[in-house]
Protein backbone atom coordinates (compact mmCIF):
# COMPACT_ATOMS: atom_id res chain seq x y z
CA UNK A 1 0.00 0.00 0.00
CA UNK A 2 1.38 3.58 -1.38
CA UNK A 3 1.89 6.01 1.68
CA UNK A 4 1.94 8.75 -0.32
CA UNK A 5 -0.35 9.04 -4.17
CA UNK A 6 -0.05 11.52 -6.59
CA UNK A 7 -1.29 11.86 -10.26
CA UNK A 8 1.51 11.25 -12.83
CA UNK A 9 0.12 13.30 -15.11
CA UNK A 10 1.17 14.53 -17.11
CA UNK A 11 -0.37 17.72 -16.55
CA UNK A 12 -0.09 20.27 -19.06
CA UNK A 13 -0.88 23.85 -18.59
CA UNK A 14 -0.83 27.07 -21.14
CA UNK A 15 1.69 29.84 -19.99
CA UNK A 16 0.37 32.17 -17.05
CA UNK A 17 -2.51 29.51 -15.92
CA UNK A 18 -2.47 28.11 -12.91
CA UNK A 19 -1.06 24.34 -12.26
CA UNK A 20 -2.54 22.38 -9.42
CA UNK A 21 -1.06 19.60 -7.86
CA UNK A 22 -2.59 17.14 -5.89
CA UNK A 23 -1.26 14.64 -2.79
CA UNK A 24 -2.73 12.70 -0.94
CA UNK A 25 -1.17 10.19 2.03
CA UNK A 26 -2.04 7.70 4.47
CA UNK A 27 -0.12 8.22 7.89
CA UNK A 28 -3.00 10.29 9.86
CA UNK A 29 0.07 11.17 12.19
CA UNK A 30 2.08 13.28 9.15
CA UNK A 31 3.04 16.55 10.47
CA UNK A 32 5.14 18.33 8.10
CA UNK A 33 5.28 17.75 4.20
CA UNK A 34 7.37 19.10 1.54
CA UNK A 35 7.23 19.50 -1.88
CA UNK A 36 10.48 18.97 -4.69
CA UNK A 37 11.26 19.83 -8.12
CA UNK A 38 12.82 17.43 -10.18
CA UNK A 39 13.68 18.81 -13.71
CA UNK A 40 14.74 15.89 -16.41
CA UNK A 41 17.75 14.49 -15.75
CA UNK A 42 18.46 16.63 -12.54
CA UNK A 43 18.13 15.93 -8.83
CA UNK A 44 15.03 16.94 -7.12
CA UNK A 45 15.37 20.55 -4.81
CA UNK A 46 12.84 21.57 -2.31
CA UNK A 47 10.24 24.47 -3.35
CA UNK A 48 8.33 24.61 0.18
CA UNK A 49 7.75 22.70 3.36
CA UNK A 50 4.51 23.33 5.26
CA UNK A 51 3.30 22.04 8.47
CA UNK A 52 0.26 23.95 9.35
CA UNK A 53 -3.19 23.67 8.36
CA UNK A 54 -4.17 26.08 5.39
CA UNK A 55 -1.76 28.08 3.01
CA UNK A 56 1.59 28.81 2.58
CA UNK A 57 2.81 31.33 0.27
CA UNK A 58 6.10 31.64 -1.61
CA UNK A 59 6.44 33.89 -4.52
CA UNK A 60 4.40 32.11 -7.27
CA UNK A 61 3.84 29.11 -5.55
CA UNK A 62 1.49 28.38 -2.40
CA UNK A 63 0.92 25.14 -0.85
CA UNK A 64 -1.97 24.34 0.86
CA UNK A 65 -2.14 21.65 4.13
CA UNK A 66 -5.48 19.83 5.14
CA UNK A 67 -5.02 17.19 7.89
CA UNK A 68 -7.96 15.93 8.17
CA UNK A 69 -8.63 15.09 4.53
CA UNK A 70 -4.80 13.96 4.77
CA UNK A 71 -4.26 16.24 1.35
CA UNK A 72 -1.37 18.53 0.40
CA UNK A 73 -1.65 20.38 -2.44
CA UNK A 74 0.74 22.92 -4.35
CA UNK A 75 -0.21 25.77 -6.56
CA UNK A 76 1.77 27.34 -9.36
CA UNK A 77 0.46 30.63 -10.55
CA UNK A 78 1.10 32.16 -13.22
CA UNK A 79 3.26 29.31 -14.68
CA UNK A 80 6.19 29.59 -17.07
CA UNK A 81 7.49 27.26 -19.81
CA UNK A 82 10.90 26.51 -16.74
CA UNK A 83 8.29 25.26 -14.34
CA UNK A 84 7.94 22.23 -16.60
CA UNK A 85 9.14 19.23 -14.21
CA UNK A 86 7.88 16.60 -12.56
CA UNK A 87 7.32 17.69 -8.58
CA UNK A 88 7.42 15.49 -5.85
CA UNK A 89 5.51 15.77 -2.76
CA UNK A 90 6.93 14.36 0.41
CA UNK A 91 5.23 13.03 3.61
CA UNK A 92 7.92 13.63 7.03
CA UNK A 93 7.25 10.30 8.92
CA UNK A 94 11.04 10.14 10.77
CA UNK A 95 12.10 9.72 6.98
CA UNK A 96 11.00 11.68 3.64
CA UNK A 97 8.34 9.22 1.97
CA UNK A 98 8.19 10.20 -1.84
CA UNK A 99 4.58 10.23 -3.92
CA UNK A 100 5.81 9.08 -7.99
CA UNK A 101 5.49 12.79 -9.07
CA UNK A 102 3.33 14.58 -11.17
CA UNK A 103 5.54 15.92 -14.25
CA UNK A 104 4.02 19.13 -15.30
CA UNK A 105 4.60 20.85 -18.99
CA UNK A 106 3.58 24.65 -19.55
CA UNK A 107 3.17 25.65 -23.00
CA UNK A 108 4.08 28.75 -24.37
CA UNK B 1 31.59 24.89 -4.42
CA UNK B 2 29.59 21.84 -5.07
CA UNK B 3 27.79 21.06 -1.92
CA UNK B 4 26.95 17.60 -2.74
CA UNK B 5 28.88 15.78 -4.90
CA UNK B 6 28.74 11.90 -6.30
CA UNK B 7 31.17 9.62 -8.04
CA UNK B 8 30.99 8.10 -10.82
CA UNK B 9 27.74 10.04 -12.27
CA UNK B 10 27.77 7.31 -14.55
CA UNK B 11 28.46 3.25 -14.23
CA UNK B 12 27.86 0.96 -16.55
CA UNK B 13 28.56 -2.95 -15.02
CA UNK B 14 27.92 -6.29 -15.66
CA UNK B 15 25.56 -8.43 -13.48
CA UNK B 16 27.52 -10.08 -10.80
CA UNK B 17 30.25 -7.49 -10.04
CA UNK B 18 30.66 -5.42 -7.21
CA UNK B 19 30.60 -1.71 -7.62
CA UNK B 20 30.67 1.48 -5.02
CA UNK B 21 29.57 4.84 -5.05
CA UNK B 22 31.10 7.65 -3.22
CA UNK B 23 29.31 10.85 -1.42
CA UNK B 24 30.43 14.01 -0.20
CA UNK B 25 29.28 16.76 1.15
CA UNK B 26 30.86 19.91 2.15
CA UNK B 27 27.88 21.86 3.67
CA UNK B 28 28.87 21.03 7.08
CA UNK B 29 25.79 18.84 7.81
CA UNK B 30 25.25 16.21 10.34
CA UNK B 31 22.76 13.65 8.51
CA UNK B 32 23.47 12.12 5.01
CA UNK B 33 21.45 9.84 3.12
CA UNK B 34 21.27 7.41 0.26
CA UNK B 35 18.55 7.25 -2.32
CA UNK B 36 17.30 5.69 -4.97
CA UNK B 37 15.15 6.60 -7.96
CA UNK B 38 13.32 3.96 -10.20
CA UNK B 39 12.84 4.05 -14.00
CA UNK B 40 9.27 5.13 -13.13
CA UNK B 41 11.04 8.59 -10.96
CA UNK B 42 9.85 6.86 -7.43
CA UNK B 43 12.07 7.99 -5.15
CA UNK B 44 12.77 6.06 -2.24
CA UNK B 45 15.17 6.38 0.86
CA UNK B 46 17.57 3.58 1.57
CA UNK B 47 20.09 4.37 4.34
CA UNK B 48 20.75 7.50 6.47
CA UNK B 49 23.76 8.46 8.82
CA UNK B 50 23.75 10.91 11.41
CA UNK B 51 27.37 11.63 12.84
CA UNK B 52 28.70 8.59 11.16
CA UNK B 53 26.09 6.52 12.85
CA UNK B 54 23.05 4.69 10.92
CA UNK B 55 19.72 5.07 11.97
CA UNK B 56 17.72 4.60 8.67
CA UNK B 57 17.97 1.49 7.71
CA UNK B 58 15.33 0.90 5.05
CA UNK B 59 14.33 -2.85 3.25
CA UNK B 60 16.71 -3.26 1.29
CA UNK B 61 18.79 -6.51 0.22
CA UNK B 62 21.98 -7.14 2.47
CA UNK B 63 24.16 -6.78 -0.97
CA UNK B 64 24.04 -3.11 -0.46
CA UNK B 65 26.40 -1.83 2.79
CA UNK B 66 26.83 1.72 3.21
CA UNK B 67 29.53 3.25 5.08
CA UNK B 68 30.40 6.41 6.70
CA UNK B 69 34.06 6.92 7.67
CA UNK B 70 33.10 10.70 8.69
CA UNK B 71 30.07 12.91 8.43
CA UNK B 72 31.44 14.60 5.43
CA UNK B 73 31.28 11.34 3.47
CA UNK B 74 28.74 8.73 3.00
CA UNK B 75 29.73 5.44 0.24
CA UNK B 76 27.65 2.79 -0.93
CA UNK B 77 28.94 -0.39 -1.47
CA UNK B 78 26.88 -2.84 -4.11
CA UNK B 79 27.75 -6.57 -4.16
CA UNK B 80 26.40 -9.07 -6.74
CA UNK B 81 25.17 -6.20 -8.80
CA UNK B 82 21.31 -7.59 -10.62
CA UNK B 83 19.48 -6.23 -13.28
CA UNK B 84 16.92 -4.64 -10.77
CA UNK B 85 19.71 -2.74 -9.11
CA UNK B 86 19.65 -0.21 -12.38
CA UNK B 87 18.27 3.24 -10.88
CA UNK B 88 19.46 6.84 -10.39
CA UNK B 89 20.98 6.82 -6.80
CA UNK B 90 21.14 9.67 -5.17
CA UNK B 91 22.62 11.08 -2.04
CA UNK B 92 21.32 14.09 0.42
CA UNK B 93 22.66 15.83 3.41
CA UNK B 94 20.10 17.71 6.00
CA UNK B 95 21.75 20.18 8.85
CA UNK B 96 20.13 18.04 11.06
CA UNK B 97 18.25 14.28 11.42
CA UNK B 98 14.52 14.33 10.53
CA UNK B 99 12.54 14.75 13.68
CA UNK B 100 8.87 14.08 13.43
CA UNK B 101 7.68 17.80 13.03
CA UNK B 102 10.68 19.02 11.46
CA UNK B 103 11.91 20.57 8.09
CA UNK B 104 14.60 20.13 7.69
CA UNK B 105 15.70 20.87 3.68
CA UNK B 106 17.50 17.88 2.26
CA UNK B 107 20.21 18.86 -0.37
CA UNK B 108 20.64 16.10 -3.24
CA UNK B 109 23.93 15.59 -4.93
CA UNK B 110 23.52 15.49 -8.89
CA UNK B 111 23.15 11.60 -8.74
CA UNK B 112 24.70 8.14 -9.99
CA UNK B 113 22.93 6.67 -12.80
CA UNK B 114 23.85 2.33 -12.60
CA UNK B 115 23.08 0.70 -15.76
CA UNK B 116 23.40 -3.19 -14.83
CA UNK B 117 23.72 -5.30 -18.36
Not at chain 2, 78 to 102: H, K, M, P, T, W
Amino acid sequence: QKEVEQNSGPLSVPEGAIASLNCTYSDRGSQSFFWYRQYSGKSPELIMFIYSNGDKEDGRFTAQLNKASQYVSLLIRDSQPSDSATYLCAVNDYKLSFGAGTTVTVRA
Amino acid sequence: DTAVSQTPKYLVTQMGNDKSIKCEQNLGHDTMYWYKQDSKKFLKIMFSYNNKELIINETVPNRFSPKSPDKAHLNLHINSLELGDSAVYFCASSQERINRAGGETQYFGPGTRLLVL
